[in-house]
């Protein structure tokens, strides 16, 4: 039997994309009676080693139509799977307390994301590109100081980053196939189910550790800016999929009344 404790482990602090890469143990053991265990990082190979935001542009979505940029765009989509493997594996360490039902989820969701990365490889495979060829940022792990316990970090993660990527990972798909790229586009739709899925599970987690307080009032008093509800979204608002991801009327509206902006602040 393995311990959730030595598998994220194993995760967090590989030296190798392979050990990302490995598959939950059917016979994972979720209770931990040990203390708290926040890791200020993960270990990364050499070549996916992350860097400051500035060092690893890439380009708009207007890209998708050069298969060079489209290898760039797809390589940090990559790089995000990767960063919510390691975060997630991260909150088994940090959240030893936390209800079996949620560290089972976070089990679950992080293997999902270990499916995207292998996907967005073989993609990257089909364009010549290998994953670490391009720099890649640590935007999500950037936001570590933010993930004070599992409210702050389904606010962060699953309502904000999975939220967001609900309308990005649509108009990816959208401009995969208008440039011919119809394998590309139904990784990118594969993506985008399996994200409702995740928002889900972060919305019914909303309501069960903040149940004194609407779903908006405590999304928004667990979120820090810069992010918030502006990083919730996209230009365009798949509000569908929210729908399906089970988001109620009113955090919908007021998601559709911000204004999207971009990390750097500016509108999308």
């Not at 996916?48 to 390589?75: K, T």
């Not at 290998?130 to 720099?135: N, T, V, Y």
Request: glycine share 6%.
């Amino acid at each position: 039997m393995t311990s959730a404790r030595a598998y994220a482990l194993g995760i967090v602090t590989g030296d190798t994309l392979a050990a990302k890469l490995v598959s939950p143990p059917a016979d994972l053991v979720l209770e931990d009676a040990e203390p708290p265990l926040r890791l200020p990082g993960p270990t990364r190979p050499p070549e996916l080693v992350m860097v400051p935001g500035r060092e690893a542009r890439v380009p708009p979505l207007a890209g998708f139509r050069d298969p060079n940029q489209r290898a760039r765009i797809i390589h940090a989509l990559a790089n995000h799977e990767l960063q919510a493997i390691e975060l997630f594996a991260w909150a088994l360490l940090a959240y030893p307390d936390a209800p079996l039902a949620f560290r089972r989820g976070l089990v679950a969701i992080l293997a999902d994301e270990q499916r995207h990365l292998e996907l967005y490889r073989g993609r990257l495979a089909a364009l010549k590109t290998q994953f670490g060829d391009h720099p890649v940022t640590g935007h999500f792990w950037n936001k570590l100081d933010d993930f004070v316990g599992p409210l702050e970090l389904v606010c962060a993660m699953g309502l904000t980053f999975e939220n967001a990527n609900l309308d990005f990972a649509g108009d990816y798909a959208e401009a995969a196939r208008a440039c011919g790229d119809t394998e590309t586009a139904a990784v990118l739709e594969r993506v985008h189910a399996d994200e409702i899925s995740h928002v889900h599970f972060a919305w019914v987690w909303l309501g069960k550790l903040a149940p004194d307080q609407s779903p908006w009032s405590a999304y928004l008093a667990h979120v820090r800016p810069p992010l918030g509800p502006s990083r919730a979204r996209g230009a365009r608002m798949d509000i569908d999929a929210r729908r399906r991801a089970g988001l109620d009327d009113e955090f919908i509206a007021n998601l559709a009344a911000a204004s999207a902006k971009r990390p750097s602040g500016e509108p999308r």
